[in-house]
């Protein structure tokens, strides 16, 4: 099953660090969100991922494009007079990664709708580039499975700063409504 990754947005909120890269590659503890997010799947053994980019879409490519010369050994010996490369050592994941350019502005079912090709008509699992939590995949799925619906939704509680969900006595999703000044 894959993982859609959704790391398009401008990450307005957090412009200190947007204004440079992408939210789903500002790092918490050495490592990129979008890292932290993969190795939680990869854990619960989902190694397929697309990325939905846009925004500075270049640095989540250049990221990836690095990441096997970031996490392994290597010897660079200029000294025949060319590049000869040894790899010592290599600490990937089996991680199989594409990235898509969703578009700049592209509202979130736009993302989903231009990576389409890439899922095919198979099940999948969406989550949020900053969406790192410590929800338990595999438990989660199961419920999805048993329940017999088109989609599951998770939801941390946190302070409100957006959308409220109201989810039913059986955990359905009923509505969803914009934040006002009575909720906290």
Known sequence: MKVVILAGGAGTRIAEESQYKPKPMIEIGGKTMLWHIMKEYSYYGFHEFIICAGYKQHIIKEWFADYFLNNSDITFDYTKGKNEMTIH??????????VVDTGLNTMTGGRIKRVQ???????????????VCDVDIGKLLA????????????????????????IGGDNAVKSFREKNLADS
């Open 117 to 131: 090709k890439y899922i095919g008509d198979e099940r999948f699992m969406l989550t949020y580039g900053d969406g």
């Open 143 to 166: 419920f999805h499975k048993s329940h017999g619906k088109i989609a599951t939704l998770t939801a941390v509680l946190q302070e409100q700063q957006k959308g409220i969900l109201n």
């Open 89 to 98: 050592n290599c600490h990937l994941d089996l991680w199989k990664v594409t």
